[in-house]
């Protein structure tokens, strides 16, 4: 939860906490990798679309930020997020012709992945005559569907993957991406789903080693991690198109905290969701209006996140054809 919604932190301290944040954070040990990689997918995502229009590109973050509580990290603290909504929002965002740069937690939910059977890899597929395997006759039209969409998109060169474990990494990662993106101006999107924690232990006063159980009770202290809403929208991507997500289980706060962070980010729109009916309904919040978003239930398969990127998708297009609304 975000417990600096509604405390006003001035503007200079906020600026402090990030500079500070970026100084002390353990440098990505594949920084040059991702900066390559980011610098040919929206190269080639500047170019015109098949319709003569610029590309829009949507940068998807997904999936909970861990906090490490020692350098050789043992033990972590976590959040509870799967990742299904980014991955599923990532599928019609392709599906709607964007590019997708999809930011998420290494290990959780990914596109064109929701379909397929639980069972473990292993069950899904049997030998015929050795050395043939084929997969188990009631899987093989959701592993078919799921590796020629993906196959396509990555062909079309519409996907980029890019995966983090911590606070560290996904905070100077969505900085590189912001950034890079920037050229682009209001085709770009940021729509972030990702469950980023409030609370980290700072780089520079973590301990090195596993902590010792015989040491007795832990007590240890957190702080706040900056909120990277506004110096997104301010410096990183001024023209991108913002979408933040504002999760609440309590539902009788829950617009207000999002009415509250769409004015003090000035986020284009804010989705609201309660943990427990979030894949059923979401509200999006914008200036203007507060509109509730149900999973199509007379539909086998269906869910909330097709009809909420069909309506952010619109929003989109309102805001290209005049970015200063
Ligand atoms: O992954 P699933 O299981 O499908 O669940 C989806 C979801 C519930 C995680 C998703 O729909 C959602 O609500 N994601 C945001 C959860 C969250 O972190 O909410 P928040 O109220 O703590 O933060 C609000 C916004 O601020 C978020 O967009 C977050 O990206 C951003 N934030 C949060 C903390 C922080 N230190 N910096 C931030 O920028």
């Known amino acids: ?5 509604g405390l006003e932190v001035p503007q200079e301290t906020l600026d402090a906490e990030i500079k500070s944040f970026f100084e002390s954070a353990p440098p990505l040990k594949n920084g040059d990798d991702i900066s390559e990689k980011l610098k040919e997918f929206i190269g080639r995502n500047s170019l015109p679309s098949g319709n003569g229009s610029a590309r829009r590109v949507v940068c998807v973050t997904s999936g909970g930020t861990t906090v490490p509580l020692e350098r050789r990290c043992v033990r972590y603290i976590d959040n509870f997020s799967s990742g299904h909504r980014g991955a599923a929002s990532t599928e ?20 064109h992945c929701r379909s397929l059977p639980e069972d473990p890899l292993l069950e899904c597929f049997e030998v015929t005559d050795e050395p043939n395997i084929r997969v188990r006759q009631s899987d093989s039209e959701a592993v078919k569907r799921a590796i020629t969409e993906h196959h ?24 590189m ?10 085709p770009a999107m940021f ?18 080693h596993k902590i010792q159980s015989a040491s007795g009770p832990l007590d240890m202290r957190l702080v706040q991690v900056p909120k990277m809403l506004s110096v997104l929208r301010k410096d990183w991507a001024p023209m991108a198109f913002c979408i933040s997500f504002k999760l609440e289980t309590d539902k009788k706060i829950l617009l207000e905290k999002a009415d509250m962070a769409l004015k003090k980010y000035k986020m284009h729109m804010v989705v609201a969701n309660e943990l427990l009916s979030r894949k059923e309904e979401v509200v999006v919040v914008t200036t203007n209006d507060k509109l509730s978003v149900h999973r199509d239930k007379t539909h086998v398969g269906n869910d909330v996140e097709n009809p909420l990127i069909r309506l ?9 054809e005049n970015p200063n609304l």
């Open 152 to 175: 396509a998109a990555v062909a079309e060169g519409l996907l980029l993957k890019l995966p983090f474990t911590t606070i560290f990494e996904y905070l100077q990662m969505l900085q």
């Open 191 to 208: 729509y972030l789903a990702a469950a980023v924690s409030d609370f980290y232990v700072p780089w520079r006063s973590m301990v090195e």
């Open 92 to 111: 019609y965002f392709i599906k709607a012709g964007y590019a997708v740069i999809f930011l998420h937690r290494r290990g959780t939910c990914q596109p």
């Open 1 to 5: 939860m975000d417990v600096t919604d």
């Open 312 to 320: 952010i998708v619109e929003r989109h297009s309102a805001y290209l």
């Open 177 to 186: 991406i912001a950034i890079s993106m920037r050229s682009l101006g209001a």
